[in-house]
């Protein structure tokens, strides 16, 4: 037995355990009402809720995080990711009505947190910062935190380099699309690349080979070999993605059923970064 | 110009519009406080909402509709595809106002329908009646009616030709579900096929060969050559499918990236239906 590895275990200092029974304590304010808060924007900040996010913040270190909301009753089942949290993160621990008065609604899954937004580069800098053969996801115009969320899933899922989005995409930190994309809208690399000849000037400055997915694209998708440097672009559901930009690109298509042509954006991006990550 | 077709568009007799300025009127007391009714159920019948969904079932004829009910403001936009419903579904129109006050929000879409759910077939009659080659889509324990939905959204798309649910799934013609679907729970053909045992009995017995996705499966997706009788099986997020099913059938998996193996499984159910319909 490594009796020196047990021994370090107990040498780490105790959590940073703050309990908190007044839903009025100055300390806790950044987790009042939380829906409120969802609208008008965290400045800078995210919030992050439920075990698996938490979980995974804290396997990356934690050091985006600013502090931790948790039930009395959650504790016990995430003390040991929190244990990998620097000690400068102050854990607030509630009990659950408490917690519920905080945030203005029951927060059945009992763990929330608050972190940084990371500085975000450039896009033509995080691409040029990017290996040889690299997979990029760019978005137009989605709206929808939930396929936000389900988009970053999948581009975190099929190790996708970054997601480039335009500005008229909602915002992936929204707690919302955290939530949906369990975490990855928090660790994928982003950038904001303003409208839709900045973006593609950004990806073919960087020597990307660019696909638009559209059901009335001319390749299908299977047809494409993966390799190089490649960028995936996805537009709205409905419109989908403009007609100049169909016209300006390669576009790609995926069969489907006669009488039902229709995908959900967050599906269509796994089947693309499923097949582009070699998958299939 | 085809005189006649012009002829018999004019001898169309007129939409069976019925006003509706009482949101008391016990005519469209199905409509009535739609939430408590989801809640409480149907019983046999399912809530349509939205143009889409609404103009997928007008293009099959609209048999299964018992009525239907538009705001005066989306009366013009859905005409077209209401003249192609049979002349006995009475179509109530009510202003806008009224229409929130009888389903009880706001209910922005401005329209909806009602309609007989489908008698269903046992398993096997619906199996063996499935082309020699033919994919099955089979779900164990599908709980959340967004995931449902998406999965019969991709089960249209990709033109699978049956969905067998266990006893622990979720209703397909909840009104989310059907929503999130487009539509298309209401057309793909489905069956309740009792405990995981019952269900891969039925697709064992009608000579379909089963794959499992699991994170943990021996085989990848992207090996797996298309034809034949095939059965894709599904199970709940987070726990997947049960032990004794994985040890019962082939295992399948999809290459994620290390570090997050997480995908939502109606993504997933969109990357297998795409490989398995042979698209890639």
Avoid at 110 to 139: C, D, K, N, S
Avoid at 159 to 185: M, N, T
Avoid at 266 to 278: K, R
Wanted: net charge neutral.
């Amino acid at each position: 037995m490594d009796t020196h590895a047990s021994d370090a275990r107990t040498d780490r200092p105790p959590l940073p355990l703050i309990p908190v029974s007044d839903p009025d304590d100055p300390r806790i304010a950044d987790y009042r009402d939380v829906r409120e808060r969802d609208l008008v924007g965290r400045r800078g900040q995210f919030m992050a809720e439920g075990e698996v996010v938490l979980r995974l913040l804290a396997s990356r270190g934690g050091a985006d995080l600013v502090s931790v909301l948790v039930s009395q009753a959650s504790l016990p089942r995430i003390s040991d990711a929190l244990d990998q949290l620097p000690r400068h993160v102050p854990i607030h621990v509630a009990a659950q009505p408490v917690m519920d008065g905080i945030v203005g609604f029951h927060i059945h899954r009992g763990i929330l947190a608050i972190g940084r937004a990371r500085p975000q580069l450039p896009p033509e800098t995080l691409l040029a910062g990017l290996p040889a053969r690299a997979l990029v996801v760019a978005l137009m115009g989605i709206a929808n935190h939930d396929n936000m969320g389900g988009i970053f899933r999948n581009a975190a899922a099929f190790g996708a380099h970054a997601v480039l989005l335009d500005e008229a995409c909602c915002d992936p930190l929204y707690r919302k699309a955290i939530r949906v994309s369990v975490g990855a809208s928090l660790i994928v690399p982003t950038a904001r690349a303003g409208n839709a000849r900045d973006m593609l000037g950004a990806i073919r400055g960087a020597g990307f080979e660019l696909l638009s997915l559209s059901p009335s694209g001319t390749e299908r998708l299977s047809d494409i070999a993966p390799g190089g440097r490649m960028a995936a672009l996805f537009g709205t559901e409905g419109p989908g993605l403009p007609p100049e930009v169909l016209a300006a690109t390669r576009t790609v298509s995926i069969p489907m059923a006669p009488g039902f042509d229709s995908l959900n954006v967050a599906t269509t991006s796994g089947i693309v970064l499923h097949h582009l990550a070699g998958g299939g």
